[in-house]
């Protein structure tokens, strides 16, 4: 994942060191308590305002912060109305509004919210600046966000729900929400986050949630948290676009797909090779297919992003290209149970550049059947393998494509129907896109 992660900088400072402790005031005149954590001084550094879930205080960030301030960013880590403590740090604005007799419900804590996205603006940052919120403040910052157009150039929110009132108060808000957007969740949290996702008419908007994992707010970053990892690689993917000064050798950028998923495409040269490729979950990633420019990247990019799609999609560059291609098919047997015998030439060297499968595509691009091969073949090519049982009918019409795995499908395939016979064709190697994760798979080497 060396394409994904942007974690190349090295900082000689320690971070506990960077932070200072502020406070500055909300509209109504209550002192709002904040921890400001400094990547660089320059007033150009992009700015992320972090607040906090229920119960909680500034120090839900102690340890998420200092990993935000590697990626470049300076932090403003506040202490909303509504809270107490985390990680053994009080919360000083809940304190000073309950002396005060302010209130201290969900919707009161929107001045703080305010005041500390100014306090960031006046003092800190006049470069891009992402707003942040765990729990009931990542429906805050929704709210806001659908308000004040302006507020800010991005915003994530982690496990929003339906927290502030009975209706779809938050789904409402979110609708009128136009700056690029990132909402996670716990696993178990989609029926809550999702629906308020959706209702996001950012063009530029990611929704990610693993099959497993997770814990609810912010804290799903803490170490010791399932697929914490995970978490971690889709937050980086996004800011990414907010970083400056930082990049490196690759740039990644996030681009919004039908359903929500996260596609990944790197900005490079026209003149570079790239290979596409595909995961699920994040952690195993499978060629899809090679383009030798970066519009063509862009292109099937687009064209995986299939409205069912629920894959992660990256592009990087490689230094050469290796398609397979398949030369016959031939087919016996009965209905539901033919046999296919399937030629293949492929340009491979070894473990690292082989033909790993083969496999039978509906018309739709669902995977009917994969023959795994379990060896290179590279002293012998062509080669032919067969496999099977592959349950169709007699003149049931199929897709024969073969894979690389380092450079994914080719588009020379065969088309056809046992009983009309195959023929050579093209298919775009996107084509049933999903496919390329399904079981069986080569084992990992």
């Known amino acids: 994942m060396k394409y994904l992660l942007l974690l190349a900088l090295v900082w000689p400072v320690s971070l506990w ?27 150009q550094t992009p700015m992320i305002v972090l607040f906090h879930q229920a119960g909680s205080s500034r120090g839900e960030y102690r340890d998420i912060a200092p990993r935000l301030v590697r990626l470049g960013f300076n932090c403003l880590a506040v202490d909303q109305r509504s809270g107490n403590s985390r990680n053994g740090v009080s919360n000083e604005t809940a304190a000073r509004a309950a002396a005060e007799g302010k209130g201290t419900a969900f919707l009161d804590a929107i001045p703080d919210l305010e005041a ?5 603006k006046a003092d800190y940052s006049s470069g891009p600046l992402v707003i942040w919120g765990s729990s009931y403040s990542s429906t805050l910052v929704l709210k806001l966000m659908g308000e004040q157009l302006e507020l800010a150039d991005g915003v994530l929110s982690f496990s929003p729900g339906e927290y502030l009132g009975e209706g779809n108060v938050v789904r409402t808000a979110a609708a009128k929400v136009k700056a690029p957007t990132f909402v996670t969740a716990a696993s178990n ?26 814990q609810h707010g912010s804290s799903t970053l803490n170490d010791g948290v399932a697929n914490q990892a995970l978490y971690w690689d889709a937050v980086t993917a996004f800011l990414a676009r907010f970083q400056l000064g930082q990049k490196p050798a690759i740039e990644v950028t996030t681009k919004q797909m039908d359903g929500g998923q996260l596609s990944l495409s790197f900005e490079g040269t026209a003149e570079k090779r790239y290979r596409i490729s595909a995961s699920k979950d994040l952690t195993r990633w499978l060629a899809l297919a090679s383009v030798t420019s970066e519009s063509d990247a862009m292109t099937l990019l687009d064209e995986a992003q299939v409205k069912r799609s629920k894959l992660f999609y990256r592009a990087e560059p490689v230094v050469e290209l290796a398609q397979p291609e398949i030369t016959q098919v031939s087919a016996s047997g009965s209905a539901g149970s033919y046999r296919f015998n399937v030629t293949i030439r492929s ?14 595509l509906d018309e739709k691009g669902d995977l009917l059947y994969r023959r795994v091969l379990q060896h290179p073949h590279v002293t012998e090519q062509p080669f032919t ?21 380092d450079g ?31 079981d069986p798979l080569p084992n990992v080497r």
Do not use: C
């Not at 949290?189 to 530029?204: G, K, L, T």
């Open 116 to 120: 500390a996205v100014a306090k960031a």
């Open 17 to 43: 060191a960077q932070l200072k402790k502020i406070t500055f005031p909300a509209a109504d005149g209550l002192e709002v308590t904040a921890d400001f954590y400094e990547a660089a001084e320059s007033r």
């Open 385 to 405: 393998r067969s496999g099977g049982e592959v349950a169709i009918t007699a003149d049931q019409v199929v897709w024969v494509r073969a894979h690389m795995n």
């Open 408 to 438: 994914g499908y080719g588009k020379a395939v065969f088309k056809g129907s046992v009983s009309a016979g195959f023929q050579a064709a093209e298919l775009s190697p996107v084509f049933g896109s999903e496919a390329v994760v399904s």
């Open 347 to 360: 340009p491979e060297t070894g473990w690292e550049r082989y033909a790993d499968w083969w496999e039978v």
């Open 189 to 214: 949290e989609e029926n809550a986050s999702r629906p308020i996702f959706e209702a996001i008419p950012a063009e530029d908007k990611v929704y990610f949630l693993p099959s497993s994992g997770g």
